[in-house]
């Protein structure tokens, strides 16, 4: 069974542009998750999708950020326009029922010159 | 401290030598995953235990949970350079609004020197 996948797996982009990363879940999860971790910090959850709704999108650090889920399967993020403390690595997970057991992706390293 | 909290934060061994990582949380769990992260790279899984489960084994790898102290640890045995990463735990956290968040800590920085 193919795992999470995330694409790219590096990005480098200069202040202001723009980004788009992508998660493929796992087949028939309907829950999907971002996360990421900055500057060193702890790793801190974004949002949450059930199939093509936001469930949660607590996480989320400013109106800069726009997740889509369009059809309930792969997801983006998009970043516009991109800061420098929008720099670390974007992880994406999903789950089945419930959402207790999460399975993470590689993650996409974003750098922001 | 918060949720998912790692000790030692950082931690430099010998190659060969024995590395034990403490995790401490607040809420009840389901379960805690301990995963590995190099150099700014990938989240690898290393290992999940469940709230029932008491110790747990994977090659090099031992987990151990206390629930009654809302602490885990995790020992990697017979080191390798290539051991050498971030260490996180993660708990199942609370849930608000139908959503698992996992929490993760800090984290707990590796250095195995050869």
């Known amino acids: 069974e193919a795992g999470v996948t995330q694409f790219p797996s590096h990005s480098v982009i200069e202040k202001g542009q723009t980004v788009t990363l992508r998660c493929d879940p796992i087949?028939?999860?309907?829950?999907l998750y971002w996360y990421r971790r900055v500057m060193g910090k702890e790793i801190k959850f974004l949002l949450h999708?059930?199939?093509?709704?936001?469930?949660?999108e607590s996480g989320m650090p400013n109106n800069r950020f726009l997740a889509e889920r369009t059809g309930g399967t792969y997801s983006t993020l998009k970043v516009q326009p991109a800061e420098l403390e929008d720099s670390g690595v974007y992880f994406c997970?999903?789950?089945?029922?419930?959402?207790?057991?999460?399975?993470f992706g590689p993650g996409t390293r974003l750098t922001v010159t | 401290s918060q949720q998912g909290e790692e000790d030692p934060q950082a931690l430099s061994i010998q190659e060969g030598e024995n590395a034990t990582m403490n995790c401490s949380y607040k809420?009840?769990?389901?379960?805690l995953q301990w995963y590995r992260q190099n150099s700014g790279r990938g989240l690898v899984h290393l290992i999940l235990?469940?709230?029932?489960?008491r110790e747990k084994h994977s090659g090099r790898l031992r987990v151990t949970l206390d629930t009654s102290k809302k602490s885990s640890s995790l020992l990697i045995t017979a080191s390798r350079a290539a051991d050498t990463a971030s260490y996180f735990c993660?708990?199942?956290?609370?849930?608000?609004?139908?959503?698992?968040?996992?929490?993760f800590g800090t984290g707990t920085r590796l250095k195995v020197l050869a």
């Open positions: 997970a999903s789950s089945q029922d419930g959402g207790r057991e999460q399975y």
């Open positions: 087949s028939g999860h309907d829950n």
């Open positions: 999708f059930v199939k093509e709704s936001k469930q949660d």
């Open positions: 809420t009840s769990i389901n379960n």
């Open positions: 235990i469940r709230s029932n489960e």
């Open positions: 993660a708990t199942d956290g609370y849930r608000t609004s139908g959503t698992y968040k996992y929490i």
